[in-house]
């Protein structure tokens, strides 16, 4: 079972690179997420998606970017990297419906911006 | 004021200890309510919801105290297999889940 797939693992960029973190789950889920976690600050959404075509911003969408053109992908965008984007980036997904229900996480891409 | 409160610990305790953690949060509004389990450098995993009423899953209890805004989470007979860092995590929305992450409580349970 495939379930979250995150890719790439990790990656290392210099200042000012541009990159796509990719994530795509085979779960037929409507809903989409990513979080950043870094030490002590908890995870943070960045952006989400309800659905195919709909996208909107959490709680630390500054310098990225996302888009959800099918049910399967959501991929988020550095459009340009800075030091504080250093971070362990979680993707997640979870069926529609009312808000008690599970998330599942992808494994995370480990990120370093140098 | 942090929306989700917990002690970073981290909890020390030896095989077949009962340990419990505690976890606040401030959006008076919550809809729902969990505990994550995350092992070191690994995705977060859904331990056990929360519902009002407490709820048991195996040697796991979990209590939810909407007047005080009080979570918790009771282990039984710790297993070495139980160490990881326990998240507590709150819904603040009634549709899409908007989740709210505590930083985390680390348990390390040793022989």
């Not at chain 1, 790439?8 to 990513?34: I, R």
């Not at chain 1, 970017?65 to 984007?85: C, G, I, K, W």
Request: neutral net charge; glycine residues 8%.
């Amino acid at each position: 079972n495939a379930g979250v797939t995150q890719t790439p693992k990790f990656q290392v960029l210099k200042t000012g690179q541009s990159m796509t973190l990719q994530c795509a789950q085979d779960m037929n889920h409507e809903y989409m997420s990513w979080y950043r976690q870094d030490p002590g600050m908890g995870l943070r959404l960045i952006h989400y998606s309800v659905g195919a075509g709909i996208t909107d911003q959490g709680e630390v969408p500054n310098g990225y970017n996302v888009s959800r053109s099918t049910t399967e992908d959501f991929p988020l965008r550095l459009l340009s990297a800075a030091p504080s984007q250093t971070s362990v980036y979680f993707c997640a997904s979870s069926t529609q419906g009312y808000s008690n229900q599970p998330q599942h996480f992808g494994d995370g891409t480990r990120l370093s911006i140098l | 004021r942090k929306e989700v409160e917990q002690d970073p610990g981290p909890f020390n305790v030896p095989e077949g200890a009962t340990v419990a953690f505690n976890c606040t949060y401030s959006n008076s509004a919550s809809q729902s309510f969990f505990w994550y389990r995350q092992d070191c450098r690994k995705e977060p995993k859904l331990l056990m919801s929360v519902y009002s009423s407490g709820n048991e899953d195996g040697r796991f209890t979990a209590q939810l105290n909407r007047a005080s805004q009080y979570i918790s989470l009771l282990i039984r007979d710790s297993k070495l297999s139980d160490s990881a860092t326990y998240l507590c995590v709150v819904n603040v929305d009634t549709g899409f889940q908007k989740l709210v992450f505590g930083t985390g409580t680390r348990l390390l349970v040793s022989p």
